[in-house]
């Protein structure tokens, strides 16, 4: 059984900064790319930010320069500073992890169960 599990959502105002945390546990033998999406009311799931084993990135132009994604592979966690926060970053922040329990086992990919994040006006 793996578990990902976020945590740091919160209201805050605008230009204000949150961190967002999500910890993975249960049988894991290795985690390839870890990653955060976003879901406002309405709207599909988006990608937010990923990073990779080794530590490259990607982050969603609506995103590049405000947040910050960074991992801890010895923890099973990954992280999104964001700072400078707008009302349209308002939304549910999910974080993802590809990772397999076993050497013999292939790569299944994995989703927390969400965290608020409502920035106000």
């Known amino acids: 059984q793996v578990q990902l599990v976020e945590s740091g959502g919160a209201l805050v105002q605008a230009g204000g900064s949150l961190r967002l945390s999500c910890a993975a546990s249960?049988?894991?033998?290795?985690?390839?790319?870890m990653g955060w999406y976003r879901q406002a009311p309405g709207k599909p799931r988006e990608l937010v930010a990923t990073?990779?084993?080794?530590?490259?990135?990607n982050y969603a132009d609506s995103v590049k320069g405000r947040f910050t994604i960074s991992r801890d592979n010895a923890k099973n966690t990954v992280y999104l500073q964001m700072n400078s926060l707008k009302p349209e970053d308002t939304a549910v922040y999910y974080c993802?992890?590809?990772?397999?329990?076993?050497?013999?086992?292939?790569?299944?990919?994995?989703w927390g169960q969400g965290t608020q994040v409502t920035v106000s006006s």
């Open positions: 993802n992890a590809e990772l397999t329990g076993h050497w013999y086992s292939p790569f299944s990919t994995y």
């Open positions: 990073i990779t084993r080794s530590g490259s990135t």
């Open positions: 249960g049988t894991i033998f290795s985690i390839n790319a």
